[in-house]
């Protein structure tokens, strides 16, 4: 079994619309949770963490559900800027083991 | 966040043929991480570049394919040696830092074996 697993999609989302992805991950040791954004042919960035008790940046809302072993990823009113592949990352301590899911591919249609 | 350059960003290779990747991070760091991504695969760690030490390699990658020097600690060198087409990919440096331990990545080298 994968040590995390994406939906790959594709999202194909209409402005305005709210999308949800979700993120299993196998180690219930994980530690730290996030998401990453790569727009295509660049390199993959910093989203925003996870946090136990969810965390919300503008339109992003990132939740964590460690009895089911997932992590969410939820937009609100997409933008057509928000096309692009959303890569989740789970670590199991503070070392340098990152385990990258696959990436989920959202656009946004106009 | 730390900033990490690299060089070249793309290079067009002919197979059978070397080509060394440079990464340079704006700040002292102790562990350097090579990853390679292939086309519509996620990253995969190639190995973890310790400056004074050899490199640690991932399964299914090894020294004489793709050595590594990390002669500081703000900068490392990846080789990606007799090149083929399955070699083809982006190969990203990154770092560890910040708050909970973020990775953060250079820009990537692309590169294309023909």
């Known amino acids: 079994r994968k040590e995390v697993e994406q939906d790959p999609g594709p999202f194909n989302v209409p402005e305005g619309a709210t999308v949800a992805f979700n993120c299993t991950y196998s180690n219930s040791a994980s530690q730290s949770f996030f998401w990453y954004r790569q727009d295509c042919r660049k390199e993959p960035k910093l989203l925003m963490s996870v946090y136990s008790s969810g965390n919300e940046d503008g339109r992003f809302t990132a939740q964590l559900n460690r009895a089911s072993q997932y992590i969410s990823l939820l937009i609100r009113d997409s933008k057509l800027s928000d096309s692009a592949t959303y890569l989740c990352v789970v670590t199991p301590n503070t070392g340098n083991q990152f385990y990258f899911g696959t990436g989920t591919s959202l656009t946004v249609i106009p | 966040s730390a900033v990490i350059s690299q060089k070249p960003s793309r290079d067009i290779c002919q197979r059978g043929t070397s080509l060394t990747i440079q990464c340079q991070v704006d700040s002292q760091v102790t562990m350097m991480f090579w990853y390679r991504q292939q086309p519509g695969q996620s990253l995969t760690l190639i190995a973890t570049?310790?400056?004074?030490?050899?490199?640690?390699?991932e399964s299914g990658f090894v020294i004489d394919k793709f050595p590594i020097s990390r002669p500081n600690l703000t900068f490392s060198t990846l080789t990606v040696s007799n090149m083929s087409p399955e070699d083809s990919s982006i190969y990203l440096c990154?770092?560890?830092?910040?708050?909970?331990?973020?990775?953060?990545f250079g820009e990537g080298s692309w590169l294309t074996v023909v």
């Open positions: 990154s770092v560890e830092g910040g708050h909970r331990n973020t990775i953060y």
């Open positions: 570049a310790n400056q004074g030490s050899e490199a640690t390699y």
